[in-house]
């Protein structure tokens, strides 16, 4: 946690907007580094689908920025496009890239009101089965999809999770606190 608070402090040294994407992938990686755990990211700009570093001892890390709400962390997810149906996406989650989720959420309020907080939440995406989860279909209820499906809702233990079409068939999550293993406020 020293490391990624200075590395964050660093960050807004230079930058006034929230760290997320690639900034956070760095950072992560630097100060598992500092901290002993190694890693194997790399600058490339391969903000790709899963696993964004594995540490020296091989645990696979996933990075997300996300909201934090009052008993919720909500994530977006892979685009999902290129996946035929529902069975066909369900099916391409169900192989996991990754071991831990580390997000760097942010509260909407903190950072309206002038605060730079963060939330280190570590999620251990074994926890998160999509595959498990009760799914339904989304049928639009105006304009021109009235009557389409425009997307599914999936309801698991600890967790939901939406598929959007209109979003290039986004999956967004929200995670349910109780499935937080670690939680930190870093305060900027």
């Known amino acids: 946690m020293p490391h990624l608070k200075n590395l964050l402090t660093q960050h807004h040294s230079l930058y006034l907007g929230r760290c997320k994407s690639e900034y956070w992938e760095e950072l992560c990686a630097r100060a ?3 901290d ?6 790399k600058p490339d700009f391969n903000h790709g ?4 570093k594995t540490t020296d001892n091989g645990t696979r890390i996933g990075n997300k920025s996300g909201k934090l709400g009052k008993e919720t962390l909500e994530i977006s997810g892979s685009r999902l496009t290129k996946h035929a149906d529902l069975a066909d996406k369900l099916n391409f989650l169900k192989n996991k ?3 831990y989720i580390f997000c760097l959420a942010t509260k ?3 950072w309206k009101a002038g605060k730079k907080i963060y939330y280190l939440i570590v999620v251990d995406s074994a926890q998160i089965n999509y595959h498990e989860a009760a799914w339904i279909d989304v049928i639009g209820v105006r304009g021109k999809n009235t009557g389409k499906v425009v997307g599914h809702r999936g309801i ?6 939406k598929i959007t079409k209109s979003m290039s068939h986004q999956l967004w999550t929200q995670i349910d606190k109780t499935l937080f293993k670690e939680m930190y406020e870093i305060v900027i």
């Open 32 to 34: 598992l580094i500092y």
């Open 97 to 99: 890239t990754e071991d």
């Open 156 to 161: 698991g233990e600890g967790f939901t999770a």
């Open 36 to 41: 002993g755990h190694g890693s194997d990211w």
């Open 108 to 110: 909407d309020c903190d």
């Open 49 to 52: 689908v899963g696993k964004d």
